[in-house]
Nanobody, 124 residues
């Protein structure tokens, strides 16, 4: 079993930045696991934000965050990060970290483990 815990969410003004972290414990995901960030706003489906392969060599981003967000991982620390810059009100959501083996980075159905989420609110 893999346990994931997100942190770093909060309230930020438009144009601001936040850095989310996802710490893994238990059967910690190593290079076998791809990691992803998804988000879900009230009344909307869970949306792909960013994903990274097990080695960290390949990343992928959702269209709405391309160029503003950066995903990275440190396998020796069992942690994945999401640097979010130039935030806008449409980025307001609960952000979830996921881990999975096989499948594709953007496919929410192929992630096996999820954290409880962290709230990000962008407001002036």
């Amino acid at each position: 079993q893999v346990q994931l815990a997100e942190s770093g969410g909060g309230l930020v003004r438009p144009g601001g930045s936040l850095r989310l972290s996802c710490a893994a414990s238990g059967d910690t995901p190593d290079e076998r696991y791809r990691m992803g960030w998804f988000r879900q706003a009230p009344g909307k489906v869970r949306e792909f934000v960013a994903g990274i392969t097990g080695t960290g060599w390949n990343t992928r981003y959702g269209d709405s965050v391309q160029g503003r967000f950066t995903i990275s991982r440190e396998n020796d620390k069992n942690t994945v990060y999401l640097q979010m810059n130039d935030l806008n009100v449409e980025d307001t959501a609960v952000y979830y970290c996921g881990a999975g083996r096989g499948g594709t980075l953007a496919n929410v159905l192929t992630y096996e483990y999820w954290g409880p989420g962290t709230q990000v609110t962008v407001s002036s």
